[in-house]
Protein backbone atom coordinates (compact mmCIF):
# COMPACT_ATOMS: atom_id res chain seq x y z
CA UNK A 1 0.00 0.00 0.00
CA UNK A 2 2.90 2.25 0.50
CA UNK A 3 4.24 2.10 -2.74
CA UNK A 4 1.18 2.69 -4.21
CA UNK A 5 0.47 5.27 -2.38
CA UNK A 6 4.28 6.39 -2.72
CA UNK A 7 3.44 6.08 -6.73
CA UNK A 8 0.24 8.08 -6.58
CA UNK A 9 2.25 11.16 -4.79
CA UNK A 10 4.47 11.21 -7.34
CA UNK A 11 1.97 10.82 -10.56
CA UNK A 12 0.36 13.87 -8.76
CA UNK A 13 3.70 16.11 -8.80
CA UNK A 14 4.28 14.92 -12.26
CA UNK A 15 0.93 16.23 -13.46
CA UNK A 16 0.84 19.09 -11.79
CA UNK A 17 4.92 19.94 -13.27
CA UNK A 18 3.33 19.07 -16.30
CA UNK A 19 0.92 21.64 -16.47
CA UNK A 20 2.95 24.08 -15.30
CA UNK A 21 5.47 23.49 -18.20
CA UNK A 22 1.85 23.74 -20.72
CA UNK A 23 1.10 26.94 -18.96
CA UNK A 24 4.13 28.60 -19.50
CA UNK A 25 4.63 26.95 -23.16
CA UNK A 26 1.08 28.79 -23.79
CA UNK A 27 2.53 32.07 -23.22
CA UNK A 28 4.91 32.19 -25.86
CA UNK A 29 2.51 29.67 -28.33
CA UNK A 30 -1.02 29.33 -29.65
CA UNK A 31 -2.70 26.48 -26.98
CA UNK A 32 -3.57 24.53 -30.28
CA UNK A 33 0.44 24.63 -31.43
CA UNK A 34 1.45 23.67 -28.22
CA UNK A 35 -1.18 20.84 -28.22
CA UNK A 36 0.45 19.54 -32.08
CA UNK A 37 3.90 19.59 -30.29
CA UNK A 38 2.83 17.58 -27.55
CA UNK A 39 1.29 15.48 -29.42
CA UNK A 40 4.04 14.84 -31.93
CA UNK A 41 6.56 14.59 -28.75
CA UNK A 42 3.95 12.06 -27.12
CA UNK A 43 4.53 9.84 -30.71
CA UNK A 44 8.18 10.34 -30.74
CA UNK A 45 8.54 8.80 -27.11
CA UNK A 46 5.80 6.33 -27.51
CA UNK A 47 6.95 4.82 -30.81
CA UNK A 48 10.32 3.14 -29.51
CA UNK A 49 8.34 2.23 -26.28
CA UNK A 50 6.12 0.10 -28.53
CA UNK A 51 9.46 -1.30 -30.66
CA UNK A 52 11.44 -2.25 -27.73
CA UNK A 53 8.25 -3.65 -25.08
CA UNK A 54 7.66 -5.39 -28.90
CA UNK A 55 4.11 -3.92 -29.48
CA UNK A 56 4.65 -2.95 -32.99
CA UNK A 57 2.27 -6.16 -34.93
CA UNK A 58 -0.56 -4.07 -32.22
CA UNK A 59 -0.20 -1.33 -33.93
CA UNK A 60 -3.38 -2.09 -36.06
CA UNK A 61 -6.01 -1.62 -33.47
CA UNK A 62 -5.21 1.98 -33.47
CA UNK A 63 -7.89 1.98 -35.68
CA UNK A 64 -10.36 -0.10 -33.51
CA UNK A 65 -13.77 1.36 -33.35
CA UNK A 66 -13.21 1.69 -29.40
CA UNK A 67 -9.89 2.75 -29.47
CA UNK A 68 -10.58 5.22 -31.91
CA UNK A 69 -14.04 6.59 -29.83
CA UNK A 70 -11.65 6.25 -26.50
CA UNK A 71 -8.93 8.95 -28.16
CA UNK A 72 -11.39 11.42 -29.69
CA UNK A 73 -13.15 12.25 -26.08
CA UNK A 74 -9.31 12.47 -24.86
CA UNK A 75 -8.45 14.95 -27.73
CA UNK A 76 -11.63 16.56 -26.72
CA UNK A 77 -10.60 17.21 -22.96
CA UNK A 78 -6.58 17.72 -23.48
CA UNK A 79 -7.98 20.50 -26.07
CA UNK A 80 -10.48 22.01 -24.06
CA UNK A 81 -7.78 21.76 -21.15
CA UNK A 82 -4.90 23.56 -23.11
CA UNK A 83 -7.01 25.84 -24.34
CA UNK A 84 -8.74 26.97 -20.77
CA UNK A 85 -5.16 26.69 -19.11
CA UNK A 86 -3.64 29.34 -20.89
CA UNK A 87 -6.13 31.49 -19.52
CA UNK A 88 -7.24 30.45 -16.19
CA UNK A 89 -5.27 30.18 -13.57
CA UNK A 90 -4.06 25.74 -12.36
CA UNK A 91 -5.98 25.73 -9.29
CA UNK A 92 -8.96 26.74 -10.76
CA UNK A 93 -8.99 24.24 -14.21
CA UNK A 94 -7.46 21.84 -11.74
CA UNK A 95 -10.54 22.40 -9.51
CA UNK A 96 -12.89 21.77 -12.39
CA UNK A 97 -11.27 18.75 -13.46
CA UNK A 98 -11.36 17.22 -10.36
CA UNK A 99 -15.59 16.45 -11.01
CA UNK A 100 -14.15 14.06 -13.68
CA UNK A 101 -14.92 11.06 -11.44
CA UNK A 102 -17.90 11.91 -10.81
CA UNK A 103 -19.17 11.82 -13.93
CA UNK A 104 -17.18 8.97 -14.74
CA UNK A 105 -19.69 7.74 -11.54
CA UNK A 106 -23.02 9.09 -13.33
CA UNK A 107 -21.60 7.75 -16.35
CA UNK A 108 -21.17 3.94 -15.59
CA UNK A 109 -24.69 4.36 -13.26
CA UNK A 110 -26.21 5.27 -16.13
CA UNK A 111 -24.82 3.46 -19.21
CA UNK A 112 -23.70 0.40 -17.47
CA UNK A 113 -26.40 0.50 -14.46
CA UNK A 114 -23.85 0.13 -12.01
CA UNK A 115 -25.29 1.15 -8.59
CA UNK A 116 -23.40 3.88 -6.59
CA UNK A 117 -25.97 4.58 -3.67
CA UNK A 118 -26.94 7.15 -1.87
CA UNK A 119 -23.80 8.82 0.28
CA UNK A 120 -21.92 8.40 -3.39
CA UNK A 121 -24.32 10.62 -4.94
CA UNK A 122 -24.56 12.91 -2.12
CA UNK A 123 -21.01 13.14 -2.34
CA UNK A 124 -21.14 13.75 -5.83
CA UNK A 125 -23.81 16.58 -5.45
CA UNK A 126 -21.40 18.42 -3.33
CA UNK A 127 -18.76 17.75 -5.51
CA UNK A 128 -20.60 19.80 -7.90
CA UNK A 129 -21.55 22.94 -5.61
CA UNK A 130 -17.41 22.93 -5.18
CA UNK A 131 -17.18 22.93 -9.11
CA UNK A 132 -19.63 25.70 -9.33
CA UNK A 133 -17.89 27.54 -6.83
CA UNK A 134 -14.96 27.19 -8.38
CA UNK A 135 -16.66 28.13 -11.90
CA UNK A 136 -17.56 31.44 -10.31
CA UNK A 137 -21.23 31.83 -12.53
CA UNK A 138 -22.18 35.76 -11.99
CA UNK A 139 -24.95 37.31 -13.22
CA UNK A 140 -22.88 37.84 -16.77
CA UNK A 141 -22.40 34.32 -16.88
CA UNK A 142 -19.55 31.55 -16.61
CA UNK A 143 -16.21 32.39 -18.40
CA UNK A 144 -16.13 30.41 -20.88
CA UNK A 145 -12.62 28.94 -20.15
CA UNK A 146 -14.85 27.53 -17.01
CA UNK A 147 -16.95 25.93 -19.74
CA UNK A 148 -14.13 24.47 -21.52
CA UNK A 149 -12.66 22.97 -18.52
CA UNK A 150 -16.05 21.59 -17.17
CA UNK A 151 -15.36 20.11 -20.99
CA UNK A 152 -12.27 18.77 -20.00
CA UNK A 153 -14.07 17.01 -17.22
CA UNK A 154 -16.88 15.69 -19.25
CA UNK A 155 -14.27 14.09 -22.14
CA UNK A 156 -12.54 12.45 -19.40
CA UNK A 157 -15.31 10.96 -17.90
CA UNK A 158 -16.41 10.04 -21.59
CA UNK A 159 -12.90 8.67 -22.25
CA UNK A 160 -12.53 6.43 -19.30
CA UNK A 161 -16.14 5.02 -20.13
CA UNK A 162 -15.36 4.09 -23.57
CA UNK A 163 -12.10 2.85 -22.52
CA UNK A 164 -14.24 -0.04 -20.91
CA UNK A 165 -14.78 -1.02 -24.30
CA UNK A 166 -11.42 -1.36 -25.70
CA UNK A 167 -10.68 -5.07 -25.86
CA UNK A 168 -8.15 -6.48 -23.07
CA UNK A 169 -6.06 -7.24 -25.70
CA UNK A 170 -4.88 -4.44 -27.14
CA UNK A 171 -1.90 -3.07 -24.98
CA UNK A 172 -2.02 0.05 -23.26
CA UNK A 173 0.93 2.07 -25.33
CA UNK A 174 -0.89 0.68 -28.33
CA UNK A 175 -4.24 2.64 -27.44
Known sequence: NLHGIALMVLATGVFSANDAFMKLATVGLPPFEVLFLRGVLASIIMFPYIVVTGNVRQ????????????????FIAVLCFVVALAKMPIADIAALGQISPMLLLLGVALIYREKIGVPRMVLITLGFVGA??????????????????????????????AGRKVPASIPAPVV
Open 132 to 161: LLVAQPSTSGVSPYAVLGLICAVGTAARDI
Open 59 to 74: LRHVVDKWVVIRNIFE
